[in-house]
């Protein structure tokens, strides 16, 4: 029983004010608002965290922040890659991935679906939406390429794909040879590879329900157009409104994305092993087939990539589940029950609790595959809700936390530390789905691109989506993101590696984004109108949900004062600092100024992007 384990916990319970931000953070992605904190803080029902753990996993915001380590798994991208790099339209399977998420699909159909959703029985248009994870693979359009050969390496790009994210396999160290360490042969690579061989790449034009009912409405205003001629101040804004809803209609008939569909005819699949891997030396011709080393094909399945994601999916898989399982654990405790996330192979780390993640796998298969109700599950134990205070003894024992003697304590991702910053200023938009956004980013990064593609900053509320939402470019992606380790998504990235340097510290201070954010919560800060030390304690209670220590309140009110001082006496240093946006309100420029490098100071803790 995972609420019981492990059966010696070495930490106390963690408070309810680091278990609200945690849990907040676990499945929203976002700090609690301060309506929140005052909520449950004083909620004292005994079910009070269960019925918050329920309304998170009822936001909308659970299923956007559960998607965007899908993302990395599928190498989502708004371009091409290569040095080319050309845009791509792919932002509807991201829409299809938040929605999948917060309708809480069963983790079974969910592959299927991205696997073979043109093949599903009576597939409709999100079903065809889902199998752009296979699209996502980069695609080399530059002269004097051998279109052939590129289509083989998407291919493969393909094969491993669906290896490392469903099965937590190696399967491309296949390409070349039979696997090194693992039981399964350069042919199996190839008889997976027939699968997909089969397969078109077409652009799929959506249809947005939406559009009927504006169609109405402009038929509507026609109507009453036909009838009145005259040119008065009525009759000219009701023509502005049918150009306008024109436009929307116009824009929403021109979204597309791309997909896959199977080739008519093309029973049985196959495909030609290729020597040492090189696609210029075909071999024995096989057909499409899965590794001997776990259970077949489920009986009467279909030879396609249907079939194979119903054998990847089948009960008696005995990977699937345990990779899945694996992966939300490793989300929540940040180091997984196995350590090698996309290896469970002979090479990979062996679970440090082997019978736990049997359960759980078990469990999840049990519960109709549910992930809301595997994490409910998870993040309602003891073990979640362990206390992250180490000790010398714990440290020198157990470094990793593997043994589960503390609770989880690990840097954010990039994503979610730049959420946390604009929530907690302010200025978040909760729009949730959409094609992508430009939001600010320092001068000069699109510089050097092959093509002239421009950074164009987006206009009102895009500035400030969610992160999930910001134009990926392969070659460039966004500078933020890359300095707390996000990637270009040339390739499947099963989990990021986590790193703590300079870098990162410069760009909380610096970074256009996060000197917006130091303003936003400044604001809300001077909005008090209260003595400083009521003004550093919002800042802290927003952030970190909870009241600074008195020695961080008196160094903090220190530098407040000190600030204010120094700008009081350089009043252009206050105008540079303040730049075109000037004054907060009826402050004074020191004042806000100083207001400001103050909040840098709470943004930039090692505490607010950490989760604990």
């Not at 029983?1 to 849990?23: G, I, N, Q, W």
């Amino acid at each position: 029983d995972l609420h019981s384990f492990p059966t010696r916990r070495s930490s106390d319970l963690a408070s309810k004010e680091l278990l609200l931000r945690r849990v907040c953070l676990d499945l929203t992605g976002l700090p609690p608002t301060l309506e929140q904190q005052k909520s449950f803080l004083s909620d004292h029902r005994t079910d009070a965290y269960t019925r918050l753990v329920d309304s998170l996993l009822d936001s909308p915001a659970y299923g956007e922040r559960m998607a965007t380590p899908w993302l990395d798994l599928a190498r989502y991208a708004d371009t091409n890659g290569y040095e080319k790099d050309v845009e791509r339209h792919v932002w509807p399977f991201r829409d299809w991935v938040i929605n999948a998420f917060n309708a809480d699909m069963p983790y079974d159909k969910f592959t299927i679906e991205q696997l073979a959703g043109d093949l599903v029985p009576g597939a409709v248009q999100s079903d065809l939406i889902a199998t752009g994870f296979n699209r996502n693979t980069m695609l080399n359009e530059e002269g004097g390429v051998d279109q052939a050969e590129q289509r083989w390496l998407t291919l493969v790009d393909r094969v491993g794909t669906t290896g490392s994210v469903f099965l937590g396999s190696t399967l491309m160290c296949c390409q070349c040879h039979n696997h090194k360490y693992d039981p399964f042969t350069q042919e199996e690579f190839y008889k997976l590879m027939a699968f997909f061989q089969t397969s078109d790449e077409p652009t799929l034009n959506l249809y947005d329900p939406s559009v009927d009912e504006i169609a109405k409405r402009v038929a509507a205003i026609n109507q009453v157009l036909a009838k009145d001629k005259s040119q008065t101040d009525e009759t000219k804004a009701l023509r502005q409104l049918a150009a306008q809803l024109n436009g929307e209609v116009e824009r929403a008939q021109a979204n597309s994305t791309l997909i896959l569909k199977e080739k008519p005819n093309s029973f049985p699949p196959t495909d030609f092993v290729r020597i040492k891997g090189s696609f210029l030396n075909p071999g024995k011709q096989v057909i499409a087939g899965t590794p001997a080393v776990l259970p077949p094909m489920p009986k009467g399945s279909r030879l396609n990539r249907f079939g194979l994601a119903q054998w990847i999916t089948e009960r008696s898989n005995p990977l699937t589940a345990r990779v899945e399982v694996n992966r939300l654990w490793s989300m929540l405790f940040g180091i997984g029950l196995v350590k090698t996330e996309g290896d469970f192979g002979t090479q990979g780390e062996a679970p440090i609790y082997k019978d736990l993640l049997d359960w759980m796998a078990v469990d999840f298969m049990d519960n109709g595959w549910s992930i809301k109700k595997l994490l409910r599950l998870i993040v309602t134990s003891n073990t979640y809700k362990q206390s992250s205070v180490d000790t010398a003894a714990l440290i020198e024992r157990d470094p990793e936390n593997r043994l589960l003697a503390r609770g989880p304590r690990f840097r954010m991702s990039a994503e979610m530390i730049r959420d946390n910053a604009l929530s907690a200023a302010g200025l978040l938009s909760n729009k949730v789905g959409g094609p992508s956004v430009m939001p600010d980013q320092p001068d000069g990064v699109w510089n050097v691109s092959y093509n002239d593609a421009k950074w164009i900053t987006s206009p009102g509320e895009n500035r400030f989506r969610r992160g999930l939402y910001t134009y990926w470019r392969r070659t460039m992606p966004y500078p933020a993101f890359l300095a707390f380790d996000a990637t270009s998504r040339e390739a499947c990235t099963v989990n990021r590696v986590r790193t703590n340097t300079p870098l990162q510290a410069l760009v909380l201070l610096n970074d256009p984004v996060y000197e917006m954010c130091a303003r936003g919560l400044a604001t809300k800060m001077l909005a008090l109108k209260a003595d400083p030390a009521q003004q550093i304690t919002l800042g802290f209670q927003t952030l970190l949900v909870r009241r600074p220590t008195p020695t961080e309140a008196t160094r903090i009110a220190t530098y407040l004062d000190a600030q204010v001082k120094r700008l009081t006496a350089d009043p252009k240093a206050a105008t540079t600092l303040l730049g075109k946006a000037g004054p907060i309100g009826g402050a004074s420029a020191a004042e806000s100024g100083a207001n400001i490098l103050a909040a840098r100071v709470i943004l930039n803790l090692d505490e607010t992007i950490t989760k604990e």
